[in-house]
């Protein structure tokens, strides 16, 4: 990474706060939420249980051998964006699965005041999914999409959705086979996103857009469809697209959850430093959790919890970007 990319990022702090200032406030708590749900221990999400959209505790989900999610608790309180950021095969997928009742799983769950193993149907009326693979009759044409979402969901609202069209190149009488592959993304996301959901969860949404589309999809989704009442959770691997947008995030390794913490408070806590060239054996002594050589001697430092004063004096130091922090966190999963 060069030198000085970070020091005025796209994704930095001040633009962060600016991003999410519309989402900080919290609904009241829902009638219809799960009071019958564990208390949750103290390492997790300040929000906890009450005002939670998703509470998760101790899932357990075992594919043959493997543990795609291995004893994992979270709660993901209402009025928020998500990250959920992970290497491959890490749960991201089964994680969803699990709060949208695609798979059976041990633990408990609740998802806006239901299980989604028993009552599936009845939630299915407050949450919206975007997969990652768009699968839309080949036949069907863009007009016809609109007219099957309208007659099926109760909360479509035409109007938004030819409101998202209008900023694609698709034209009401073209079919699904002579759409490029992106194109049929944003169909997909145009009739999804005007679905009035208390949840949106998106497994990676915008696979195969380009980066055009890409930037606008994720302003869209804050712009116009996010607003208090509502809860994205979004999983993707392009984190500096999406960081931008996110209140919290979740990061997990191996079906744990590592990191689950408030963009701010990631802002706070994680402080990458510029040592200067001569101060290298000082800063390691405060224990750096990642490190990597810049040319002309200097090296960058990724810190956990150490003194914003103490860093100061090894040399210039900024918030990490998502993707730096993500990277060191997760060292040596590919090994
Ligand atoms: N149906 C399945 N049968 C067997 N193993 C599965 C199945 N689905 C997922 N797994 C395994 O569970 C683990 C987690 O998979 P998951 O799809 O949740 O990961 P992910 O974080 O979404 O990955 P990616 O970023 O690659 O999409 C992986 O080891 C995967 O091989």
Redesign the pocket.
Known sequence: MAAGRRTHPPAGPEHRRTAVQRPQGRCAVNAAFDTTAPSPSPAHNAAGATGSVVTARNLR?V??S?A?LNDTSFDIPTGRIVGLI??????????L?AMLGLIQFDGHMSVLGRDPRTQRDDLMRDVCFIA?VAVLPRWMKVKDAIEFVSGVHPRFDRAKCQSYLDKTQLTPNMKVREMSKGMIVQLHLALVMAIDAKLLVL??PTLGLDILYRKQFYQRLLEDYFDEEKTIIV?T?QVEEIEHILTDVMF?RD?KIVIDAPMDDIANRYVEVLVDAGKQDEARRLRPIDERALPFGKTVMLFDGIDQGQLSALGETRTPGLADLFVATMKGTYA
Do not use: F, M, Q, V
Request: charged letters at 35%; glycine letters at 18%.
């Open positions: 989900k594919y043959r493997k795609a992970g290497p491959n095969g890490a749960g991201k997928t089964t994680a699965k990652d497994d990676e999983t691997h997990i079906g």
